[in-house]
């Protein structure tokens, strides 16, 4: 039995959820409105306060299912009601990010700036010059947007110059040594 599918998704009391009976999800709080198809092969059961998912086989696709759709409903709650956010760090000299309307804007060392448009439902903000947050309701698009940023410029081993997650380790090498 799947430990985390058979728990129940507790809905607060301002947050409004309706399934069809194609499993088409729709969380409707305070901070917005999430959709999303959930698989079908799965039984979706919203019962007052409470959505139980449950699976009629043993099958693997059905084990492998039912974690995963529990989880997909419990993040469209808490999106709705509390907002999912990253924070990343930039680390490196005359490395910076500042903001410009609905523009991210980073100074990474390279030939020109890096100029990037808040897509729709995410919105960032820049502490100081180099501290990143990316706040949004859909888990997903919050961890895409940051990884996007990320990837602009990877932390290195050596000096740890980059952009990093604020809770990410990097792990460091020694440099070359002499004879």
Same mark, same amino acid.
């Given at each position: 039995?799947?430990?985390? @599918?058979?728990? $129940? *998704?507790?809905? $607060?009391?301002?947050? &409004? *959820? =309706?399934?069809?009976?194609?499993?088409?999800?729709?969380? =409707?709080?305070?901070? @917005?409105? /999430?959709?999303?198809?959930? #698989?079908?092969?799965?039984?979706?059961?919203?019962?007052?306060?409470?959505?139980? *998912?449950?699976?009629?086989?043993?099958?693997? &696709?059905?084990?492998?299912?039912?974690? /995963?759709?529990?989880?997909?409903?419990?993040?469209?709650?808490?999106? *709705?009601?509390? !907002?999912?956010?990253?924070?990343? &760090?930039?680390?490196?000299? !005359?490395?910076?990010?500042? =903001?410009? !309307?609905?523009?991210?804007?980073?100074?990474?060392?390279?030939?020109? #700036?890096?100029?990037?448009?808040? #897509?729709?439902?995410?919105?960032?903000?820049?502490?100081?010059?180099?501290?990143?947050?990316?706040?949004?309701?859909?888990?997903?698009?919050? @961890?895409?947007?940051?990884?996007?940023?990320?990837?602009?410029?990877? $932390? &290195? #081993?050596?000096?740890? =110059?980059?952009?990093?997650?604020?809770?990410?380790?990097?792990?460091?090498?020694?440099?070359?040594? !002499?004879?």
């Amino acid at each position: 039995m799947s430990r985390i @599918g058979i728990k $129940p *998704v507790t809905i $607060p009391a301002n947050v &409004e *959820v =309706k399934i069809d009976g194609n499993n088409y999800a729709v969380v =409707k709080g305070p901070k @917005g409105q /999430l959709e999303q198809q959930l #698989p079908k092969i799965i039984n979706i059961a919203v019962e007052g306060n409470e959505i139980n *998912v449950s699976r009629d086989s043993e099958e693997k &696709e059905y084990r492998s299912l039912h974690g /995963l759709t529990r989880t997909l409903i419990n993040n469209m709650v808490t999106g *709705v009601t509390e !907002g999912y956010q990253k924070t990343l &760090e930039i680390v490196g000299v !005359g490395y910076r990010a500042q =903001k410009q !309307g609905k523009k991210l804007v980073l100074h990474l060392g390279l030939s020109h #700036p890096v100029e990037m448009e808040d #897509p729709e439902g995410i919105e960032t903000e820049v502490e100081g010059t180099n501290k990143i947050i990316v706040k949004g309701i859909d888990k997903q698009q919050v @961890g895409n947007y940051a990884a996007v940023i990320r990837d602009w410029r990877r $932390p &290195e #081993p050596y000096k740890g =110059k980059g952009i990093k997650y604020s809770d990410e380790v990097v792990r460091r090498k020694a440099g070359k040594t !002499g004879k």
